[in-house]
């Protein structure tokens, strides 16, 4: 037997894009996103330095993403209806296995990217948005911090394909 | 519990409305209406700086387009009010939280007592409109230094169901809280907002003529006096998550030597009054210090800003 290539057969896209400009701020629905490699998303608190976590600093923290499917099954399975502004992920995603993409380059629209660690949920996250059992429920299914390789411009509805 | 993301706002009306009282008129960037709140709530307010203060709004809480507030300018305070007054212009950013209920009316009470000692008048518009919307009767009692320093006595004209008595302490005229609660009505209830001295003054009165607590409700809106909110003598914090030990020093509160050591705790008030820089308690053998909590929260958490320790506290940090 051959060993086969990564799995690179789904194909999803951007269902959602957000950004804050500091710590604890409502996350702005935007329509696109503008990505800056090496640092993050223009307008975003982790490119500017004042978010939750900008005191450590992380290369994979440069942007977050969820999956749509998750948010979906916590409302079904749990009852909790996490708004998608609300997880404070800057891309939302529909079709896209996010636990595949670690380690890997991934593309969304004309940008290049690499799946850094998968997200761990955080109390902080329940408390700000007061949503009791939403760490509990985002437990191994967080979504996926990443760092950004080729920047441009990304849209909703942009393709996001894993990269072989 | 109340969600504690901040509001891109913008400030859209200043005005002063009394010596040293300047009033604020905010609108959100991103949203048509702020979240609903209830008379008698307050707000964190960020200034651009990074700088968080927390007021009560004294706006109608049912108008939703704007969020009120009033900032006394107080030089010797801890340089937040100064901030306000002096570095805020209409059209500049601010970001404020989502209200807070704090000084909440009593639903069944056919009479609600105001009693207000110079700025802790600002919740007290809210609650009057409120009351006027329940069709119940309201009284202010309103104690200032100089009549100057008299806010909103125009808006409280206009509330046919209150009656507002004015206390003028330069004229001669003082506020007597034992005279006040001799006429209280055995149904009333009585809401106290202002400086500790005040609100000392009328918890004793109460406990003195045996007004029952039920029926008091009160508001500080200055915490712990900023020296003494800092102050005391040295001890340790382990945090318990990040296997660290951060001491604190005599001259700095714990809120201070953790975000100095880079652990990032929320903060707003540093006067143990708003209850956003609470973290979990493990153990140790604590002084708690603050004014919001009760004492079954004090089992397992403190208020960093101004509660202390004796030797080494554990928290879940």
């Known amino acids: ?164 | 519990m109340t969600k504690r993301l901040l509001i891109a706002s913008r400030v859209v009306g200043l005005s002063d409305i009394a010596t040293g009282i300047r009033r604020f008129t905010l609108r959100p960037e991103r949203r048509e209406l702020f979240p609903p709140s209830v008379a008698g709530s307050y707000v964190t307010v960020r200034h651009q700086s990074g700088l968080l203060r927390t007021y009560s709004l004294c706006g109608d809480a049912d108008r939703r387009e704007t969020f009120e507030f009033a900032v006394q300018r107080e030089p010797d305070g801890r340089g937040g009010s100064m901030l306000f007054h002096d570095d805020i212009d209409i059209g500049d950013p601010v970001h404020v939280s989502y209200p807070i209920p704090s000084l909440v009316l009593a639903e069944d009470a056919p009479e609600h007592v105001f009693v207000a000692g110079g700025i802790g008048v600002t919740p007290f518009l809210p609650l009057a409109l409120e009351v006027d919307r329940r069709g119940q009767r309201s009284v202010l009692h309103y104690a200032v230094r100089s009549r100057s320093q008299l806010a909103f006595l125009e808006e409280f004209a206009g509330i046919a169901s209150l009656t507002v008595k004015v206390y003028v302490s330069s004229e001669g005229n003082r506020m007597r809280i034992d005279a006040l609660l001799a006429g209280l009505n055995a149904t009333a209830h009585l809401y106290a907002c202002g400086p500790d001295r005040l609100l000392s003054a009328v918890s004793d009165a109460c406990e003195t003529m045996a007004v029952g607590p039920e029926r008091i409700h009160l508001e500080s809106f200055s915490g712990l006096d900023p020296a003494k909110a800092r102050a005391g003598d040295p001890f340790t914090v382990n945090l318990r998550l990040s296997k660290r030990e951060i001491a604190v020093p005599a001259d700095k509160s714990m809120l201070q030597a953790l975000n100095d050591a880079g652990v990032g705790v929320d903060y707003s008030c540093e006067g143990g009054v708003c209850g956003a820089c609470r973290v979990t308690l493990v153990s140790g053998d604590v002084i708690h210090r603050d004014i919001c909590l009760t004492d079954a929260a004090r089992a397992e958490t403190i208020i960093t800003c101004v509660s202390r320790g004796r030797g080494i506290v554990t928290l879940q940090l």
């Open chain 1, 1 to 164: 037997m051959t060993s086969s290539a990564p799995e690179t057969t789904f194909r999803g896209v951007v269902a959602g894009l957000y950004t804050c400009a500091i710590a604890g701020e409502e996350m702005a629905i935007r329509q696109s996103l503008t990505l800056i490699a090496g640092q993050g998303v223009e307008g975003d608190r982790y490119l500017l330095g004042t978010g939750y976590y900008s005191r450590r600093p992380h290369e994979d923290r440069q942007i977050t993403l969820i999956e749509a499917e998750t948010l979906e099954s916590i409302k079904r399975d749990q009852g909790i209806d996490l708004p998608p502004e609300e997880t404070r992920r800057n891309v939302v995603t529909r079709g896209v296995p996010l636990a595949h993409l670690v380690g890997r380059e991934f593309r969304i629209g004309n940008t290049r990217l690499y799946g850094g660690r998968l997200n761990v949920p955080c109390k902080y996250l329940e408390d700000l948005n007061d949503r009791p059992g939403v760490f509990n429920a985002l437990v191994n299914r967080s979504g996926l911090n990443a760092r950004i390789l080729e920047g441009g411009d990304i849209h909703l509805g942009d393709a996001i394909e894993a990269l072989a």
